[in-house]
């Protein structure tokens, strides 16, 4: 005999998972688009069907054409040359920055603050 009481509690622990609301732009699992998705579609082909009839989609087309034909033209460099390239880039990036720093250390601090302010601070420019 296989009795079953309802009002008892059962014997399997049971969770519970919440169910997020979803948005309203994101289609759940088995429905059907929403109508934002679908205007958004229509407005998207109409667009295509006017660039089309006017030739710009054959413009970009031709554009991107006539770049790739330029681009094999060009004349890339080996994995050396452009190992090179970047040591040489950095040194002169370092070099330069080097000279920054000390121009301005001498012209900011030894220069400017240390004789121009005592200069004026004796009185050089009273007449």
């Not at 087309?61 to 090179?84: A, H, I, N, Y």
């Amino acid at each position: 005999m296989n009795e079953t009481n309802n009002s008892a509690a059962p014997n399997v622990a049971t969770t519970t998972a919440e169910v997020p609301l979803s948005a309203p732009d994101v289609p759940s699992v088995g429905s059907p688009l929403p109508i934002s998705w679908l205007i958004g579609g229509a407005i998207l082909l109409l667009v295509l069907y006017i660039a089309k009839k006017k030739g710009l989609l054959d413009r970009i087309r031709f554009f991107f054409l006539q770049t790739r034909e330029e681009l094999v033209k060009c004349s890339w460099p080996t994995r050396d040359e452009l190992k090179g390239s970047t040591w040489m880039v950095l040194a002169a990036v370092f070099m330069l920055g080097f000279f920054t720093f000390m121009a301005d250390l001498f012209l900011g601090d030894m220069f400017i603050q240390r004789f121009l302010l005592e200069y004026l601070a004796k009185g050089g420019l009273t007449t």
